[in-house]
């Protein structure tokens, strides 16, 4: 008998409901994930970002996630070692814009580190900026206006919703002290209520969309952005634990907005640039992909998910972003920073899309070891 057979003959004998709970390889999702984040970092001078920018920070929150499962032991972590750096030589500060959610998405990846490693004083900076916001509400309107700068005050645009609402989550439940959950809570339903399409099920991206329309005739919706809401959702209900009275809300969202995702992956396990509009869009684009793929395996490990209707477009997502990686661990086919759709091509690449294959691969992972 070759090896294939028996192979064949050995995976036969295993029980059904193993074979179910353990869909993927867990070697083969490691190698690819040191891939990507080796390559990230071997790349990491060419980045024009700003260090502590949210572009950055996004990729920061995935590398955490892959430094749990890349070594065994080792200590120290080199890739929390990569981060760690990173954060001293930014003193552990949030970006200047004091109300700004994108400024102040590299937070989630300071209280990630101390939970690590508790430091009091590297949070100082970060609990500092989010008290000064909870004394200091903002009180310009949702209408945003880049020219002016107007609306960037609030949370007036959907990608928003990744960089902030964690930030006052993670704190509410590291400190127990109720305000900033009362905060985020307040501003995520402020926000929902503006841009959340409920026939759709979707969220546009700023109110700059609302009368647009795509070729097809379409409202504009963007993947990446919807994206962003998805993941940023998996990352509050990860600080809610069940029976918390903020909970509901959330999940609910979270469960509504991944079904509707659902129906819009395309065969070949992408998301496009453009939801309603993908035959305009044909090129595959990863960042939204990889950020609807982390937060539907999430939503499945946790059990906030039903299994057997999101596993094989995990399944068919995941294989997707493997696809667009290149043999030195080149991530493709990621949109540029913008807010709509944009035609994207594979030598594409950003530092939040690895961020995203990274934070979809820990999931997977997890799906892959059985835990």
Same mark, same amino acid.
């Given at each position: 008998?070759?090896?294939?057979?028996?192979?064949?003959?050995?995976?036969?004998?295993?029980?059904? #409901? %193993?074979?179910? $709970?353990?869909?993927?390889? &867990?070697?083969?999702? @490691?190698?690819?994930?040191? =891939?990507?984040?080796?390559?990230?970092?071997?790349?990491?001078?060419?980045?024009?970002?700003?260090?502590?920018?949210?572009?950055?920070?996004?990729?920061?929150?995935?590398?955490?996630?892959?430094?749990?499962?890349?070594?065994?032991?080792?200590?120290?972590?080199?890739?929390?070692?990569?981060?760690?750096?990173?954060?001293?030589?930014?003193?552990?500060?949030?970006?200047?814009?004091?109300?700004?959610?994108?400024?102040?998405?590299?937070?989630?990846?300071?209280?990630?580190?101390?939970?690590?490693?508790?430091?009091?004083?590297?949070?100082?900076?970060?609990?500092?900026?989010?008290?000064?916001?909870?004394?200091?509400?903002?009180?310009?309107?949702?209408?945003?206006?880049?020219?002016?700068?107007?609306?960037?005050?609030?949370?007036?645009?959907?990608? #928003? %919703?990744?960089? $902030?609402?964690?930030?006052? &989550?993670?704190?509410? @439940?590291?400190?127990?002290? =109720?305000?900033?959950?009362?905060?985020?809570?307040?501003?995520?339903?402020?926000?929902?209520?503006?841009?959340?399409?409920?026939?759709?099920?979707?969220?546009?991206?700023?109110?700059?969309?609302?009368?647009?329309?795509?070729?097809?005739?379409?409202?504009?919706?963007?993947?990446?952005?919807?994206?962003?809401?998805?993941?940023?959702?998996?990352?509050?209900?990860?600080?809610?634990?069940?029976?918390?009275?903020?909970?509901?809300?959330?999940?609910?969202?979270?469960?509504?907005?991944?079904?509707?995702?659902?129906?819009?992956?395309?065969?070949?396990?992408?998301?496009?640039?453009?939801?309603?509009?993908?035959?305009?869009?044909?090129?595959?684009?990863?960042?939204?992909?990889?950020?609807?793929?982390?937060?539907?395996?999430?939503?499945?490990?946790?059990?906030?998910?039903?299994?057997?209707?999101?596993?094989?477009?995990?399944? @068919?997502?995941?294989?997707?972003?493997?696809?667009?990686?290149?043999?030195?661990?080149?991530?493709?086919?990621?949109?540029?920073?913008?807010?709509?759709?944009?035609?994207?091509?594979?030598?594409?690449?950003?530092?939040?899309?690895?961020?995203?294959?990274?934070?979809?691969?820990?999931?997977?992972?997890?799906?892959?070891?059985?835990?």
């Amino acid at each position: 008998m070759n090896t294939r057979k028996t192979i064949v003959a050995l995976l036969l004998l295993l029980p059904p #409901a %193993l074979l179910a $709970a353990r869909p993927f390889d &867990a070697g083969a999702v @490691r190698r690819v994930m040191q =891939k990507v984040a080796d390559w990230q970092i071997a790349n990491q001078s060419r980045v024009k970002h700003q260090p502590l920018g949210w572009e950055n920070a996004a990729m920061y929150m995935g590398m955490i996630d892959w430094a749990e499962i890349a070594v065994d032991g080792q200590e120290p972590n080199p890739y929390e070692q990569f981060v760690i750096a990173i954060a001293n030589r930014g003193g552990w500060q949030p970006a200047k814009r004091m109300y700004h959610a994108d400024d102040v998405c590299i937070c989630q990846v300071y209280i990630d580190l101390y939970r690590k490693n508790p430091r009091p004083r590297v949070l100082w900076p970060t609990l500092a900026r989010a008290q000064w916001v909870i004394r200091n509400p903002p009180e310009n309107n949702m209408l945003l206006d880049y020219s002016t700068g107007k609306g960037l005050d609030k949370w007036s645009w959907c990608d #928003a %919703l990744f960089m $902030a609402p964690a930030v006052y &989550a993670k704190l509410y @439940r590291l400190t127990g002290d =109720k305000q900033y959950m009362k905060f985020a809570d307040k501003e995520f339903k402020q926000t929902r209520d503006y841009l959340y399409d409920r026939q759709e099920r979707l969220f546009f991206r700023d109110h700059n969309y609302f009368e647009r329309r795509e070729a097809n005739g379409r409202k504009v919706f963007w993947g990446r952005g919807n994206g962003w809401v998805a993941a940023g959702l998996a990352e509050i209900l990860k600080e809610l634990p069940p029976g918390n009275r903020y909970r509901p809300f959330y999940e609910r969202l979270f469960v509504e907005l991944c079904g509707r995702l659902l129906e819009l992956q395309q065969p070949d396990g992408y998301w496009r640039a453009s939801l309603l509009d993908p035959d305009n869009y044909p090129s595959p684009e990863t960042s939204s992909t990889g950020f609807i793929t982390y937060a539907f395996a999430y939503g499945v490990n946790s059990g906030v998910l039903p299994r057997d209707a999101f596993l094989p477009a995990i399944q @068919r997502g995941w294989q997707a972003l493997v696809n667009a990686v290149e043999e030195d661990g080149k991530l493709g086919y990621v949109q540029p920073v913008g807010a709509d759709p944009r035609r994207v091509t594979r030598d594409m690449t950003e530092v939040y899309g690895v961020g995203a294959f990274l934070m979809a691969g820990r999931e997977i992972y997890r799906m892959a070891a059985g835990q």
